[in-house]
């Protein structure tokens, strides 16, 4: 008799501790089901390449010496070099940080980019670390990560808790290593270091780019409409500058310590003023003088056209969903919307513009500053914010003549694209060895 073959092995658990990651988990169950996709190169991608977790000890201020955790994951390899951000929060943990990889897998497959998804994470409060602390985590991070790191094989980027200046010290610390000037190790870096204009501002104009193509589709015009924002960091501010900018009204803001409204809408510059001090340090929208204060728990359920969760994971939810009061939904954030809350704004009509479409303008321009740097040739804004519009724009249409065709939802129409790009490079190369 032949042997008995062998048990399959058990679904991986090690990352299912995290909420966040069995979200996207079963998000690609869902995709695999909708396109049938092949069951073996859908469990290649349940599960991330590589995962590296580190122990980060640094030398406090007060001479005292602290262990950090920080993490590294690679969803995939597939399509190029792994890309994707690195955040500084108290929060991170390993099921987080591979969720936001296999995120970024899709959200490059739908911008047709040469790259698949990473995304790293140290877990640690920027807001209580000193300027020489957060550098000192940073270099032994990269020291840490040297070994799966490199400008063809994972490069990173701001997210966030990061900033300009952390990319800068990474790029030394790993240029040290290597022995020579390497800007394209990391994208996101001062434009002195060979960073891209318009790069820190390109979520925030890739969010608004699809808003307005939204308002479009459904005939609203832009000063008919309003919007709330959730989070004022990078692509907060930046959407409500860029919505401002194209005559809607902002009625109202918040962030992790407060929440501002104002029914005329908020002076958009004057609360950048406010939240930005002169020395840049930031302070929080709390206390601005020229709105009402607001419970931050009010937010989201503010009346409005646009609604933009541009801060955390998971905040609308199947308890909160029923009570968004919004025409149109437009994820600044990445995964700020659970399956279950998918259904109730689909039930109630809620036109969605998923995460891994609206916020994909960062890794577009992120992607733009990768191939300069490796040219040796620099672009100016002009032509930056002209290509990362017209990629937008592409990628917006893309979707929706999904959605349409198949008659499915927005979230699931993207995702499709994205898992579908990156499943057809995986047979094509086939399976080695």
């Known amino acids: 008799m032949p042997p008995p073959a062998p048990a399959k092995c058990p679904p991986v658990t090690l990352f299912s501790d995290s909420p966040t990651f069995r979200m996207a988990a079963d998000q690609l169950r869902q995709v695999a089901a909708a396109i049938d996709l092949d069951p073996g190169i859908a469990e290649r991608l349940s ?44 929060h991170v943990d390993l099921g987080e940080v591979a969720a936001l990889a296999m995120w970024m897998t899709w959200k490059c497959g739908i911008m047709n980019l040469p790259f698949a998804g990473a995304k790293g994470g140290v877990a640690c409060d920027p807001q209580v670390l000193s300027v020489g602390e957060k550098e000192r985590i940073t270099r032994r991070f990269t020291e840490e990560v040297q070994a799966v790191i490199g400008p063809r094989i994972d490069v990173m980027a701001p997210d966030m808790g990061t900033d300009e200046q952390t990319m800068a010290w990474i790029y030394d610390t790993y240029s040290m290593k290597v022995g020579y000037a390497c800007p394209e190790i990391v994208t996101g870096k001062p434009v002195e270091l060979g960073g891209c204009v318009g790069r820190r501002e390109a979520t925030g104009r890739g969010v608004v780019y699809c808003i307005q193509q939204a308002l479009d589709e459904l005939g609203i015009t832009a000063d008919q409409a309003t919007a709330v924002v959730q989070g004022f960091g990078n692509v907060g501010s930046v959407t409500c500058d860029e919505l401002a900018k194209i005559g809607v009204r902002v009625v109202a803001v918040g962030d992790r310590y407060g929440a501002v409204r104002h029914p005329e809408g908020l002076d958009v510059h004057a609360l950048h003023r406010h939240v930005y001090a002169p020395d840049n340090r930031r302070r929080t929208v709390a206390g601005f003088p020229g709105a009402e204060a607001i419970d931050p728990a009010e937010l989201l359920s503010t009346p409005c056209t646009v609604l933009v969760p541009a801060a955390m994971e998971r905040v609308i939810t199947a308890e909160n969903a029923p009570k968004l009061r919004c025409r149109v939904l437009a994820e600044g954030a990445n995964g700020p919307t659970t399956p279950d809350a998918d259904e109730v704004l689909q039930a109630n009509g809620v036109y969605v513009i998923p995460d891994i479409l609206c916020n994909a303008g960062g890794v577009t321009v992120s992607y733009f500053e990768w191939v300069q740097d490796i040219q040796q040739f620099m672009w100016d804004e002009e032509d930056v914010n002209k290509e990362l519009r017209k990629l937008m724009l592409r990628a917006f249409a893309r979707v929706r003549k999904e959605a349409k065709d198949r008659n499915l939802p927005n979230r699931l129409a993207a995702l499709s694209l994205g898992v579908q790009k990156v499943a057809n490079e995986k047979a094509k190369r086939g399976l080695f060895p």
């Open 47 to 90: 599960i991330p390449k590589r995962s590296l977790v580190a122990s980060i000890p640094i030398r406090m201020d007060d001479g005292s010496v602290h262990t950090f955790v920080g993490y590294r994951v690679q969803h995939s390899l597939t399509s190029g070099a792994s890309k994707g951000g690195l955040r500084y929060a108290p």
